[in-house]
């Protein structure tokens, strides 16, 4: 119960962090002339994203000591609140891979995004390496741009009509990592099984083959 309550609450913080960057993206666009991005400046942008991102999970694993002016480290959110973020930032990028092939494979005309799958890549250990970063240094989350972010999820969180809204993102966001564990952890059939399914379908392939020859003959 109480990984399910981390992972809802990081739903909603996600999807609070997400609406909050599209503005940001939206002023971004405005100040360039609603161009498109270039390779350089896209994944700088995306770089600051995922940092960010990063932060203000981190953060919230993140406790005071009421009687020092210490961190603590709260590892039962903070162990599984990192899995919970690299799932989801892999997901991500795999979703964007699976785009990319479906438009190949329909010769559709790609996205206008400038794109690159190793500055993907980049971008997933760049943030493995900040969440470590924090951890030897949490006073890193008392940044002032972080303070501004946490202030107006806050705000945004309690708000009544748009609060309700990313609870409901944030239990959409329980179900896909729970489909998406049992998607890693789901037992694959023995290599012998697939194997005859394969055989079978060739026989089957072949004996078409066969009977189509018979018939123009």
């Given at each position: 119960m109480i990984?399910?309550?981390l992972v809802f609450k990081l739903g909603v913080r996600f999807a609070i962090f997400n609406f909050i960057w599209f503005f940001l993206e939206l002023v971004h666009k405005m100040l360039t002339g609603m161009r498109p991005p270039f390779l350089a400046e896209h994944y700088i942008l995306k770089a600051l994203k995922?940092?960010?991102?990063?932060?203000?999970?981190?953060?919230?694993?993140?406790?005071?000591a009421p009687n020092e002016p210490v961190y603590v480290l709260n590892w039962q959110k903070l162990v599984p609140g990192g899995l919970i973020l690299m799932l989801y930032l892999l997901g991500k990028f795999q979703k964007q891979q699976e785009q990319i092939q479906f438009l190949a494979g329909f010769q559709l005309p790609m996205q206008q995004k400038p794109y690159s799958k190793n500055l993907e890549i980049a971008l997933l250990v760049l943030s493995a390496l900040t969440f470590t970063g924090l951890y030897l240094n949490p006073s890193l989350t008392e940044i002032g741009i972080l303070n501004w972010f946490e202030a107006n999820m806050s705000s945004?969180?309690?708000?009544?009509?748009?609060?309700?809204?990313?609870?409901?993102?944030?239990?959409?966001?329980?179900l896909s990592i729970l489909f998406?564990?049992?998607?890693?952890?789901?037992?694959?059939?023995?290599?012998?099984?697939?194997?005859?399914?394969?055989?079978?379908?060739?026989?089957q392939f072949t004996d078409y083959e066969e009977v189509s020859d018979k018939h123009l003959d």
């Open positions: 990984l399910l309550t995922y940092i960010f991102l990063v932060s203000i999970t981190f953060s919230y694993c993140l406790e005071f945004l969180e309690k708000a009544f009509l748009l609060g309700f809204i990313f609870q409901v993102l944030g239990f959409f966001f329980v998406r564990l049992l998607r890693i952890f789901r037992p694959k059939p023995p290599k012998s099984d697939l194997d005859a399914n394969q055989h079978q379908d060739y026989d």
